[in-house]
């Protein structure tokens, strides 16, 4: 390795391990609840889908049209957070909030899901047998609610776009989560990815040699500890020690892999994103292509992880993009 290449891999080890947590984590916290979708649209707040492996509730919010006509289709969404924070709770003035509302009016549910966030006792696979577990609770109860059990999607952002990815590309027999819904279907018509990682091994750095290793953990101890804590949250291992084991664990959590169960798929990314590079995105489009699955990949110009500097007027044209491609692909 020559010493350009030796300064460009840290300089990217230092802007990915530092953005994913502190950054990401900073723009998903949620502090306040949109008063414009309590307003605008019928909301059902704190359902309990299922209970976690300790018996806590795990809950969801649904927003539904005030007048709705016929069965609802419906689009579940995904926080973002670094998998490790992150709420269901829809802040207010954010495209995120545009988008549900748009929904809402064009007649679509949108069901904003909590699932469980890594910590040192909680590791994945909870996190995608959650996501899943959201789909097969909307099929047992959509003769309750007006759901259309036909017409189901996942849109997520960041770490939800991750675990959206991730829920709609593998099957049924796969990340099976309660008991009693696993009867049925996780199955998806479709996933709206905003900038989520598809190559975890990539994004935590795990094949990054033992001297490069050195000299970041040189310069600043925390960011190796970073990398430590996110890696040991989410597959359980310690890199450090075991580091294999935390390779072929992320491979099992990688969306990339995922080749045989695709859907229609679009994505939304920043090319200047610095918490997952949008290279993510493009390493995606290339295996749907490969799988013949429909994708579109939207470059947002300028566009940072959550879209904060994006202007008005671009941003809700990329919501109209967002909600046309999910009515695209109504059964």
């Known amino acids: 390795m020559n010493l350009a290449t030796s300064n460009i891999n840290i300089y990217r080890f230092f802007l990915n391990l530092f953005f994913i947590f502190f950054i990401s984590a900073s723009l998903f916290a949620q502090t306040e609840k949109s008063t414009l979708l ?13 209970k976690d492996g300790t018996g806590k509730d795990l809950l ?5 049209p005030r007048k709705s006509t016929g069965k609802i289709p419906v689009v579940i969404f995904l926080h973002g ?5 992150g709420d269901k709770v829809i802040a207010p003035d954010n495209y995120i909030e545009q988008t549900i509302l748009k929904l809402t009016e064009k007649n679509y549910a949108v069901l904003s899901v909590n699932y469980r966030l890594v910590s040192e006792d909680i590791h994945f696979p909870g996190p995608i047998e959650d996501s899943k577990d959201a789909v097969r609770w909307v099929r047992k109860n959509a003769e309750r609610y ?13 770490a939800g776009a991750h675990l959206s990815l991730l829920s709609a590309y593998t099957p049924d027999n796969e990340f099976v989560g309660d008991p009693e819904l696993a009867k049925y279907s996780g199955k998806v018509n479709y996933v709206v990815d905003n900038f989520g990682p598809t190559d975890i091994n990539r994004l935590l750095h795990t094949r990054a040699p033992k001297p490069l290793l050195f000299i970041v953990g040189l310069i600043a101890e925390k960011i190796i500890d970073i990398r430590s804590k996110i890696a040991k949250g989410m597959t359980g ?3 450090k020690t075991d580091r294999k084991k935390v390779i072929e664990f992320c491979k099992t959590i990688s969306p990339i892999n995922y080749t045989q169960n695709t859907v229609p798929t679009l994505i939304l990314h920043g090319n200047k994103d610095k918490v997952a590079p949008i290279r993510h995105s493009k390493r995606l489009v290339k295996m749907l292509k490969k799988a013949n699955t429909e994708n579109e990949l939207i470059v947002v110009e300028k566009g940072d992880h ?9 941003q809700n044209e990329l919501n109209d993009a967002m909600v046309n491609f999910i009515i695209a692909h109504k059964k």
Do not use: H, P
């Not at 309590?38 to 299922?50: D, F, P, W």
């Open 60 to 64: 969801l919010d649904i927003y539904k």
């Open 81 to 85: 957070g670094a998998w490790a924070l």
């Open 146 to 158: 007006g759901f259309d059990s036909e017409n189901i999607g996942f849109w997520g952002v960041s």
């Open 38 to 50: 309590q307003e605008k649209t019928a909301v059902s707040e704190n359902i309990t889908y299922k």
């Open 306 to 314: 959550g879209f904060r500097t994006t202007d008005k007027m671009y």
């Open 237 to 239: 291992y310690d890199i």
